[in-house]
């Protein structure tokens, strides 16, 4: 192999995509030049150390129930963001999508996903 040359990456909390550097790469961790969140890529999925407070509140490995989501969530004009989402389409039956939503749109969130039919979602949270 050539000189280290860093590696692209994407934030899982923002989807910014940026490279990181060889020191970086080796140290594990970085952090996100868009919005700030503090990425540890040491942990399985990587650990997101986001600059306010947001909540676990669903998970799901069907691509459908993400895009619905997201739409959902969206028109909510809820804060969210989703963890290895870009991992579904590496290791589908490995790492579920994780959905995020800041603290104060948790409740928000939570009555959104009951009022959606949750059959095919792999698993939810209360
Ligand atoms: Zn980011």
Redesign the pocket.
Known sequence: MGAPSGRSVT?P????HFKISPEEVASKRYR?P????GVDLGTEPPTVERPENFVEVFSTRNQGDIALLKSLLDDAQIDYYVLGEEFLSIYPLIQPARFFVSTGHAEKAKLILKSIDTNSFGVSRS
């Open positions: 934030c909390s923002c989807a910014f996100c868009h919005c700030g969140s």
